[in-house]
């Protein structure tokens, strides 16, 4: 099958667009408004765009709290998102008012960073604290602005739990990182093999 997008004919139950690009990393976004509230929230558009400078970005689509707080402070947290922590991170995702603390709500440990005034989950395996580069809005092919705007950020520190350290790495199968699919799926990524690149 094939299909263009602006007339969106695909004739399925769902729109397909989210479970071709996928799994996804989820960024968990631990934040702080400039009036002190506290802010947790999961971005499934998130990942890794650069090791040097080690850059970050997030998008929010529309403009929510994690977005407002980090433009407001310039800093927010990356919080890993493994497996025993998954119902922490769904309820972490409800829709509620500004001033509801969404670590409280989860029943999870707001800790502030060494390097950033935002707060990180003391839960998570590991935990990336950024300072924010720029925040842009991307634009379509007509350019009118999307719906979404994009957080970048540039980490300064990283905690790791040694608990998943062995031999001197991630041991991805303790970690068990979690991956957003399609729809409402979601995968676990404890399942690992090497892959090595081939010589020239």
């Not at 009118?144 to 905690?159: C, K, L, R, Y």
């Amino acid at each position: 099958m094939f299909y263009a997008t602006d007339q969106n004919r695909h004739g399925l139950a769902h729109d397909p667009f989210k479970a071709i690009v996928s799994p996804r990393p989820i960024g968990w976004i631990g934040s702080k408004g400039g009036d002190g509230m506290l802010n947790l929230a999961p971005y499934s558009f998130f990942n890794a765009i650069s090791d040097r400078p080690k850059l970050v970005m997030f998008s929010s689509s529309g403009r929510k709290d994690s977005y407002r707080n980090a433009s407001e402070t310039g800093e927010f947290t990356c919080n890993f998102v493994s497996r025993n922590l998954i119902d922490k991170m769904n309820m972490s995702s409800a829709a509620v008012a500004y001033d509801v603390d969404e670590f409280a709500l989860a029943g999870l440990t707001p800790k502030k960073g060494e390097l950033v005034d935002a707060p990180y989950v003391a839960e998570a395996f590991a935990v990336l604290e950024c300072k924010v580069t720029e925040i842009i809005e991307p634009k379509s092919l007509s350019g009118e602005p999307s719906d979404s705007v994009m957080i970048f950020g540039q980490v300064v520190g990283i905690h790791i739990d040694e608990a998943i350290l062995r031999d001197g790495r991630i041991d991805m199968g303790l970690a068990r990182p979690v991956a957003r699919l399609g729809y409402m799926d979601y995968s676990e990524s404890s399942d690992v093999f090497e892959l090595f690149r081939p010589k020239a």
